[in-house]
Structure formats: structure tokens, C-alpha cells
């Protein structure tokens, strides 16, 4: 399955060639005769086949009409498989299957056994792309029988590993065995050690499966030498991670612990993050097993700040590809407008009076649409005064409640607090002056002990009245300290932040925080839950907040009937704010609350 995960990979390479790419490679090579500029094309053609499709077809074209102009069919073959090698990784399946077809049968014509062979192995994996087994695996079996018949070594050794990757994926494993067996020779012979090692990877793999743990260990520990030979340090991470979840289906997590920690001094100097988040997640499940909880917490805290980093770095990345995809569409579109620009030139006579009256009804749609635009514009306006207006007076009495909240506070701190503390101290003096602790009343130490508790309570209820952090440093920054805060071994408390780069207008921000504190509250006192995972995501125009318990649930029409746990206080704040509060809660399968806030 690593097979598949590499080419995807390849897939999602950088973009982005310049158009003018194959123009100026074309003008450059005019003087060069047709064969030699066929061969440079189809040379190109091949290095940007899965990272620029316009210009990887613009050159394989080329190729085609040197290849029938002198009758050379081997250059039209290759040319029509990389056709559809890059048609399949811009995921233009309809025209893949259309060119390996066409490669195949002019493959045929040349009698050229291995460059069919060659097209099958690639078929295969656009099978196994629409989930097409059984055409998966005739493809791979034609290429082995093609290949072997052009005595053709290589293209045979990645046949039959093809076919024991097939098996593997339906659990076939003495078959898969077999087959890698006999790829990794015909590599040896060839001297293809990187060949070697993925056959020896493989291999481990079905040999895991049917509990043949010694001799799996040994295979990954020769991949892995070899891996390190090469310097392939991404795959010998790979074979270094196989090895401890060998390690640990054996039931030996010291030794699966090392193996990781071995893999994450690859991975993190190589910046391999998605390897280096599942050892974090495989460390804290050892930890956890073996008891060692505080440990387990750390790594799973690791885990979730950089599995939480990889999700904004891939959403960054699908923008970003997109972007490619949409600039691609773009420049498609820019060569069929400009053929239409001919057709319009040439027929622009005979067409005259239609776009006469076409201008009419233009102008006619134009002048309604502008009406219609004017009017709507009226009503949004006066639409959107409406919201400010409501928005100010919800603003004003979130600000009024903070205000009153703030003035409590300080009351309690400079007021109670330091009357406390003096009461402290006076029975401090009292004790101290008695001389022998004997004659101190147990009464009088108790009384002691209560002002000491009490002043305690009453600067934890001024701190939670207003957080320095939600002052200072925002909503993110606030919800973290109150996480870090609340968090021990046997609550843990999970915390993902997305798209939270700046911070919210200070209002929101204050609703949310309180609605928080209060969920955070009931969960801690009523739901005697052993984990919490709260989710802040900001969208373009909109927040969402999400906590989810594995606690004991709780009926929600019962709580909203008796206005239980605060719900209605809950619900009164969010809709200051036009958002919406949805309880999800079933007895004995904990609960689950979203806040969706617009912007």
C-alpha cells in the first residue's frame, strides 16, 4: 500500500511550469532533426508528465505529428502513454483509459512485447484507482506475461511485485510471499537495491500478518539497512516505524519504544511530520499501557499540536492546488474563447444584425438590473443598519455584564480578600503571643484554617471573573491557560485551534470564553467524564465552537424543561451575539456541544 502512497505523493508535486515551456522548447529545437527533436520531446514530456499537463500534452502532440510525418509509430506509442500517464495524475480518467488503449494497440503493431508490458503495469493502477480489482489484476498479469515474453527483466520484476501488492490488499499472504520472492530476485540480479528493499518491506508486511514475527523483524531490519545505505532516509523511517508495530503486536512496547524514538530522530530532523505524529501517537499508547500516564499525556499532546499543524498545512496545500487546478481550467478556456474569436471574425457579416439586436436586449436586461440592483441596494442598507443597531445594543449588554463582572471582582480582591488577610494575620499575632501551640484551641485553629481556605476561594472566584490571559492575549490564549489549568491524569483534555490566526472582536470573544467556562463547569461536576476535546474554528464568516465529553450524558429536553446546568444562561449569551447553541446529548453516551457564532 506504500506503493500507492508514493505515487500520490509524486502526484501532488509542485505545479505551476510556465505555459510559454514547450513553445520555447519547440523554437529552440527547429534546427534539430525530426528524430532528435522527437526524443527531446518525449524526454521533457516525461520529467513534467505529473506536474504540468498543458505542457506535457502541448510536447507529446509534437511528438505525434514527428512520429506520423515519418512514420516512426514507436514515437507516437510513447508519445500517447505518457498522454495518459499525465491525463491520469490531472485525474482525466476518461482520457487515460483512451490513451493507454491506443498505446497498446500501437504497441501491438510494432510487436514491442515490453512497451506493452509497460502500459498494462500502468492500467493496473488505474483500476486499482476505480476500485476494479479483478481488471486490476489482469492488467498485472499481462504485463508479467508480456514482459517475460521480451525477456524483459525489470518491467517483469515490477509485474510480479505488482501482483503481490494485489494480493496483499485481499489478504492473500503466502501468495503475496511468493510473488515478492520472485520479484526480489530478478532485482537482485538486475542489482536494483532499492528494488530489493520494498520487496523485503512488503514482505514483512504479509509475514506480520500471519504472526511470523521473527522473520518479519529480520526483512525490515535488511530493508532497512539497505534504506540506510542509499541515504533513503524517508523510506528507512518507514521500515523503522514497521518495526515497532512489530515490536508492539508482540507485546513488547520497550522495544517498540526504542524503535520510535529511533524513527522520530529521522523524522523530525527530516521534518517528516505525518510519520512523526503517528509515533507520538503510537509512544502515548505504550505509556498508557504501561501505566505511565503522565508521559503518555505529554506525547499525546505532541501528537495533537502537530497532527492540528499537518491539517492547516494540507488545507493551505489544497487551496493552493486549486488555485493550480483553477489556473489550468483558465488557460484551457483562454485557447477555446480564442478559437470562438475566429469563428466571430470570420462569420461577423452574416451575424451583424444578431448582435444588433442582441446589444438591445443587453442594454434592455442591463437597465433592469440596475433597477433591481438600486433597489436591493436600499433594502440591504436598510437591512444593515437594523443589525448595527441590534448589534450595539447586544454589545452594550455584554459590555454592562463584563462591567459588573470586573467591578465584583475587585470588590472581592481589594475588599474581602484584604479583610481576610488581615483577619489572617490577627490570629496569626494571637497564636504566635500564646507561646506553647498547646493552649490553642482546636476551635480557634479550625477558624484559622477556614480564613486561609476562604481567602483562597475568594481569589480563585476574582481570577475566573476576569482572566488576565482573555485580556491580554485573547480567546486562544485564555482557553489554553484554562486548559492547562482544569487538565490532570485523570481528565484529559484535548484542544484543536484552526484558522485562529487574529483575534475575535473583544465581545465575542468575552461570550465565548463564559459559555466555555460554564460547559467546562457542568462537565467537571455532573458528567464525570475522563476526556474532553474542545474545537475552535474560524471560517471565513463564521465561529465554531465544539466540546465533546465521554461522560455519562444527560437528557437534554429534561435539562431545558427545568432550565437545568445553566442552558438557559448558556443559550441568552450566544443569541446577544446571532449565533446559535445546539445541545447533543444521549444518557450513558456522553454529550457533545456546538456553538456556531456568525462574523
Request: glycine fraction near 4%; hydrophobic fraction near 40%; aromatic fraction near 8%.
Amino acid at each position: 500500500m506504500r506503493a500507492v502512497a508514493c505515487i500520490l505523493l509524486v502526484c501532488i508535486a509542485s505545479h505551476c511550469v510556465a505555459q510559454p515551456l514547450a513553445d520555447s522548447l519547440i523554437k529552440s529545437c527547429q534546427t534539430l532533426h525530426d528524430t532528435a527533436k522527437a526524443r527531446i520531446f518525449i524526454e521533457k514530456a516525461a520529467s513534467i508528465q505529473n506536474k504540468d499537463y498543458l505542457n506535457c500534452i502541448r510536447l507529446c502532440d509534437e511528438a505525434v505529428a514527428i512520429g506520423r510525418n515519418n512514420q516512426r509509430l514507436d514515437f507516437v506509442a510513447n508519445a500517447h502513454l505518457l498522454k495518459g500517464l499525465t491525463s491520469y495524475f490531472a485525474g482525466e480518467y476518461d482520457a487515460t483509459l483512451r490513451y493507454y488503449l491506443l498505446a497498446i494497440n500501437q504497441f501491438d503493431t510494432l510487436n514491442d512485447q515490453a512497451g506493452k508490458a509497460k502500459v498494462y503495469n500502468e492500467l493496473g493502477f488505474f483500476y486499482r484507482k476505480q476500485k476494479d480489482d479483478q481488471a486490476a489484476l489482469h492488467s498485472f498479469e499481462e504485463a508479467h506475461r508480456l514482459a517475460k515474453l521480451a525477456a524483459n527483466d525489470a518491467v517483469m520484476a515490477t509485474a510480479i511485485n505488482n501482483q503481490g501488492v494485489w494480493a496483499q490488499d485481499h489478504a492473500s499472504h503466502p501468495v503475496a510471499l511468493e510473488l515478492f520472492a520472485k520479484a526480489r530476485a530478478l532485482y537482485v540480479k538486475l542489482h536494483d537495491s532499492i528494488g530489493v528493499s520494498y520487496t523485503l518491506d512488503y514482505a514483512s508486511v504479509s509475514l506480520a500478518a500471519q504472526k511470523q514475527f521473527p522473520q518479519a523483524m529480520q526483512f525490515q531490519m535488511d530493508a532497512y539497512d539497505i534504506r540506510l545505505r542509499l541515504k533513503d532516509t524517508n523510506a528507512a523511517a518507514l521500515s523503522l516505524f514497521c518495526l515497532a508495530e512489530f515490536s508492539q503486536l508482540q507485546g513488547k512496547a520497550i522495544q517498540s519504544e526504542t524503535y520510535l524514538k529511533e524513527c522520530l530522530s529521522i523524522t523530525e530532523r527530516i521534518h517528516y511530520k505525518e510519520l512523526s505524529a503517528q509515533c507520538y501517537l503510537m509512544l502515548s499508547a505504550i505509556f498508557h499501557q504501561t501505566g505511565k500516564h503522565a508521559e503518555a499525556y505529554q506525547y499525546h499532546v505532541k501528537y495533537s499540536t502537530l497532527n492540528e499543524e499537518i491539517f492547516n498545512e494540507k488545507r493551505s496545500q489544497q487551496i493552493s492546488e486549486l488555485q493550480t487546478q483553477y489556473e489550468t481550467e483558465k488557460r484551457i478556456q483562454q485557447v477555446v474563447l480564442l478559437t470562438k474569436e475566429n469563428e466571430l471574425k470570420e462569420n461577423q457579416q452574416r451575424n451583424q444584425r444578431t448582435i444588433f439586436f442582441g446589444v438591445i436586449i443587453v442594454l434592455l436586461i442591463g437597465t433592469f438590473a440596475f433597477y433591481t440592483f438600486f433597489k436591493s441596494k436600499k433594502q440591504k442598507e436598510i437591512d444593515e443598519a437594523i443589525i448595527q443597531e441590534k448589534e450595539v445594543r447586544n454589545k452594550a449588554i455584554i459590555e454592562a455584564e463584563e462591567k459588573e463582572r470586573m467591578r465584583i471582582a475587585r470588590d472581592l480582591h481589594d475588599g474581602v480578600a484584604q479583610t481576610m488577610t488581615a483577619a489572617k494575620m490577627q490570629l496569626e499575632h494571637f497564636i504566635d503571643q500564646t507561646g506553647n501551640t498547646m493552649h490553642v484551641s482546636d476551635s480557634l485553629k479550625n477558624a484559622f484554617e477556614l480564613i486561609v481556605d476562604a481567602a483562597k476561594e475568594v481569589r480563585s472566584i476574582s481570577h475566573s471573573m476576569i482572566p488576565n490571559a482573555l485580556l491580554k492575549s485573547g480567546l486562544v490564549a485564555a482557553v489554553r491557560d484554562f486548559v492547562n489549568r482544569m487538565g490532570n491524569e485523570k481528565l484529559k483534555i484535548n484542544l484543536v485551534v484552526l484558522g485562529l490566526n487574529e483575534r475575535l472582536p473583544e465581545a465575542t470573544e468575552t461570550v465565548i470564553f463564559r459559555v466555555l467556562q460554564e460547559l467546562m463547569n457542568n462537565i467537571i461536576k455532573h458528567a464525570n467524564a475522563k476526556e474532553i476535546t474542545i474545537q475552535l474554528i474560524r471560517e471565513a464568516d463564521e465561529f465554531t465552537m465544539m466540546v465533546e465529553d465521554n461522560g455519562i450524558g444527560f437528557d437534554v429536553q429534561k435539562m431545558m424543561d427545568k432550565q437545568g446546568m445553566g442552558l438557559k444562561n448558556m443559550s441568552s449569551r450566544i443569541e446577544y451575539l446571532n449565533g446559535h447553541i445546539d445541545f447533543d446529548s444521549t444518557l450513558g453516551r456522553g454529550s457533545t456541544v456546538i456553538v456556531e457564532i456568525p462574523l
